[in-house]
Structures are given as C-alpha cells and as structure tokens.
C-alpha cells in the first residue's frame, strides 16, 4: 500500500491528507504531537463559550481553497441567531442550511476590525473620513499629510520593516500605527526585522490604496475590492475554525486516512539513497500513562511541523553545521490568550452596524495604547452568535497577547495573569472589573515564525531540505512563512499537485505565500 506520513494536522496537513484521498491512491498517516485537531486553527470550548485562536476569517481569492470549505460546509441559507435579532440582511444561499438548526454551515460575517489608539477608535486599514481626522487632531493630521507626501517622493531603500511600512504610509503614520504595535507582536522594533513579513501580510495595503478605494466606491457605491485587507465580509464556521477542520479529520478517517494525536515526532532518518526512510514517534498511551515507541514508513513525507524541530530531529550524515546551526536558532513567537466572559463592555458602539446588546461590532481591535502590554482583543460574539453560550446576555472576549516562550508573561502564574490582563482592560476604560463574569488562560507556543535572527540564512536551509525528494514542507511553520489560513491550505494543494506529477520542483511551494507570484506563475503556466 502506498503512504504518505503528513507531520501536523493544522490546516496544511489535514488539507494535504483530503487532497490526497480525494485525487489518488496513496494513504496518508497524519502524525500530531497535541491532542487536537487544527492546530493554531482550532476551536477551544470553555463552559460553552468558544474561542477562536488567533482570528481566522474564511476567505480566499483561490477557488481550489473555497471550493474546499464549500465541500465540507455550505453557506447558510437562512439568517443565523444573531440576523434574527437584529432584523441585519445577509446574502443567503439558495437551499443553504438554516443555522438555527443545523451546524455544518459557513456563515456570513461582516469584517469589522480597527485601532483602538488614543482611547478613540481609528478604522484599520485606516480609511479617508472625518473621524479619523477627528481623533487624530489637526496637528497629527497635518504631520500625517505632509508624512506621506514625504515618503512618496524620497523612497527608502527597503532593508527593514520600518521602512516597508514608512515608504507605504510615512513616517508619522507608521510612528502612530505601526512601530509599538508591531514592537509588541515581535518583542524587537521594526528596524529590525526583515521586511518579508510585510511584504507577505500587508503588500497589499497602503496609504495610496486606501485613497484610491475610497474614490472608487465615491464613484460607484457597488465597487467591491478584492484586496483581502480591504474586504468587508467573510464566511466563518458556526462553531469557529475548528469545528470546519474536526469536520475535514472525520472525512480523512472516513475516506480511509489515519490520524495519530498524542505523537511526538522525535526522528527522521534518511536512507543511503538520500531520501527520508522513515519517521519515528513517541505515542503517549493514556491506559498505560507513557509514551510508547512507534516508526512510520511512508513514500511521501509532509512536514508542517516547526523547521527548528524538524532539523533537530534529523538522523542524516552530512548535514552542514551551518545549516542545523541556522535552523535550530530560528525565532518564534508564542502568545497567551485570555478569554473573559463579562455582563458587558464599556465601549460605545458608534458604528453604522447593528449589534446584540449594541456591543462595537469588531471582531478584533488592534489595541495600539502604550501603556498596556495587550495586543488585540476579540469579540467573539461578532466572529458567531454561537461562539459564546448566550450571546444576549454576556460578552465573550479573548485577550491576546505576544510573548516568548519562558519569559516574563510566559511564566506567570494562569490567576496572575488572568488578574494582570482584566486590570489593563480596567486601565483602557474598556470594562469594569465587577463585571468579569468567568476568564480561562491558554498558552500556544511557535504561533509566529519571526522574520529576524538566523532568518537571514534562511536560504541555506531551504535548499537543504528541498535536496530530499520525498520531503515536502507545508504550511506556516513547515516553511516558516506567516502564512494566512489559505495559504497554508494552497501549499498542501501544490504538494500534492507535485506527487500527482512526480515533479520535484517544489519552487511553487515556497512561493505560495505571495498571492501575486503565485498566481502570476500559474497563468504563465
């Protein structure tokens, strides 16, 4: 029987196994070190009320990816909770299942995210109206003009993020928006880490797209953009991302694949034909209470587990110092999440958008103040109506914030820090400590591959893996790339587009990540 052993059941390697099963006939045996399924992706239930790690909007300009989620669940096709209290109109779906009662079903979101800076809302992307300028004051929006008028004429050489973002908006824009924010999620300032990350996250965006947009829809209030950081809606599983990729494991299972939770990957050994020979895991039995020895053998082998574990679990001869050195050093982010539930916020919902309870209708805020350690705060009754356990009653939040793995916040104790983050909430006039209902803490490390460090050697590592050719590396941490959810999916769906073809080109795979190279490199195809 012909196999293929898939490292990871995040988005990419449940993606890679569907794929798999879908269009050949090759087995896959997915291998996951945690006890579930989606990884960053996945949905945690707390007493009922669900949190979403990290905020995954469901939308995609690739038709394979959405073609994927539309197999497992369809679009709804009858208001859901949240319509129906709000008399809100939504785009429904001819013969689309009722959320009211059915689960499988993608709903309908409006993407609702800004900048809470100067204790005053700011849209994100920044947008060309009077309250923008408004909260900005005359001073800062003079600055900000001028700022931009700057950087259009007298362009940085980009050798950072710092001027990425600075040749893109200004400097006063970047210094307001930017600079602390991004500080906060990489622990280093913007002059330090590569640009690379914006030009995969945000390359998209800047201050002249923003104008252009708004022209646009001046002129033709119907203009939809498909920038993914300009769109106003996306579609989203009732119970989160999770419940879609518990529902993709259970059609791999069904279709034939094995899934493996529990299992530690802690070898690969390479062959004297210089292919991967095999895999060997450690598989904790939970009757016995210990690991348990295990070794896979497979044709194939789909990495998306961190390149800092793969590389150190490597069993080869001639892997170069330099290369091991290189990867086993490269940085990560890891972040703690605090999901609050409260009786409500005291934040004012001064928006066009009609909401349960009037609550603001983000779905997450870039808390942008100096003076708390936070990063974004999620809405979840805005991601679902069924997100939280009564969505008229209570308000679930989920606090989020960047750290590394054995520092300062990483260390602190659940009930410190659940108290330190519900104070900076109190701090930002954001809620009122009486009103704190329950609050859960969840650690999740490697969340971010960092742009700096040993990055910068980056290459060497690449090439060396890519010399393997049954080796393909997918997903976020597999290439340690910051990949978007679809991004991850579509380099599940070139790996295996290149067993299919028995290519061993795998340069499509590392470029997936750039939504214009790649699709540009699949026109020319």
């Not at 988005?11 to 291998?31: M, V």
């Not at 009722?98 to 995210?113: A, C, F, G, H, T």
């Not at 913007?190 to 022209?215: C, H, M, N, T, Y």
């Not at 609550?359 to 103040?369: A, K, N, R």
Request: proline content about 5%; charged content about 25%.
């Amino acid at each position: 029987m012909k196999q293929a052993v898939i490292i990871g059941a995040g988005p990419a390697g449940l993606t890679a196994a569907y794929q798999l099963l879908k269009e050949t006939d090759i087995t896959p045996i997915i291998l996951e070190q945690s006890s579930h399924i989606g990884g960053i992706s996945r949905t945690v239930n707390y007493k009922g009320n669900r949190m979403d790690l990290g905020g995954h909007r469901f939308f995609s300009k690739n038709e394979e990816v959405t073609k994927i989620w539309a197999e497992l669940m369809p679009l709804q096709g009858a208001p859901a909770k949240d319509d129906l209290q709000t008399g809100r109109d939504v785009p429904l779906s001819d013969g689309g299942p009722d959320p009211e009662k059915e689960d499988d079903v993608l709903l309908i979101r409006n993407r609702v995210s800004r900048i809470f800076y100067l204790r005053s809302f700011f849209d994100y992307p920044i947008t060309i109206k009077p309250a923008t300028f408004s909260n900005m004051g005359l001073r800062r929006t003079i600055a900000a003009g001028f700022g931009y008028l700057f950087s259009c004429i007298f362009k940085r050489k980009e050798n950072s993020l710092e001027d990425f973002y600075i040749n893109r908006f200004g400097k006063p824009l970047y210094s307001m928006f930017f600079e602390d924010y991004t500080e906060k999620l990489w622990g280093i300032h913007p002059s330090k880490i590569a640009p690379d990350w914006g030009a995969q996250r945000v390359k998209e965006l800047s201050l002249g797209k923003v104008i252009a947009d708004f022209f646009k829809k001046l002129i033709n209030p119907r203009y939809q953009t498909k920038d993914t950081s300009l769109i106003e809606q996306f579609q989203y599983p009732k119970y989160g991302p999770g419940q879609l990729w518990e529902k993709m494991a259970d059609e791999i299972v069904r279709m034939g694949g094995e899934i493996y939770l529990n299992t530690r990957v802690v070898e690969l050994n390479v062959g004297v034909d210089g292919k991967i020979k095999n895999v060997g895991t450690r598989i904790y039995d939970d009757f016995l209470k210990k690991e348990l020895e295990k070794t896979f053998v497979g044709m194939y082998y789909l990495s998306s587990m961190p390149i800092k574990d793969l590389i150190a679990n490597f069993h080869a001869p001639d892997l170069p110092q330099k290369v091991y050195d290189t990867a086993v050093n490269l940085p990560y982010r890891d972040f703690i999440t605090v999901g609050l539930l409260v009786d409500k916020l005291k934040l004012e919902n001064k928006t066009k958008h009609v909401t349960v309870g009037n609550i603001v209708p983000d779905c997450w805020i870039y808390i942008q103040e100096r003076d708390v350690r936070i990063g974004r705060l999620q809405i979840f009754n805005n991601w679902s109506p069924y997100m939280p356990a009564d969505n008229e009653n209570t308000v679930w939040i989920g606090l989020e914030y960047f750290c590394g793995e054995g520092d300062e916040m990483w260390n602190m104790e659940p009930e410190e820090f659940i108290r330190f983050a519900i104070s900076e909430l109190v701090k930002i006039d954001v809620i009122d400590e009486d009103d704190v209902l329950d609050a859960t803490h969840l650690r999740v490390k490697k969340a971010y591959p960092a742009y700096f460090g040993t990055y910068k050697d980056f290459g060497l590592v690449r090439d060396y893996l890519d010399r393997f050719d049954n080796l393909l590396c997918i997903g976020r941490n597999g290439q340690h790339r910051y990949n978007n959810m679809d991004h991850s999916m579509l380099t599940a769906i070139e790996a295996v587009n290149l067993i299919k073809e028995g290519s061993t080109d795998k340069h499509i795979l590392w470029e997936v990540n750039s939504e214009q190279e790649y699709h540009e490199e699949k026109a020319a195809e």
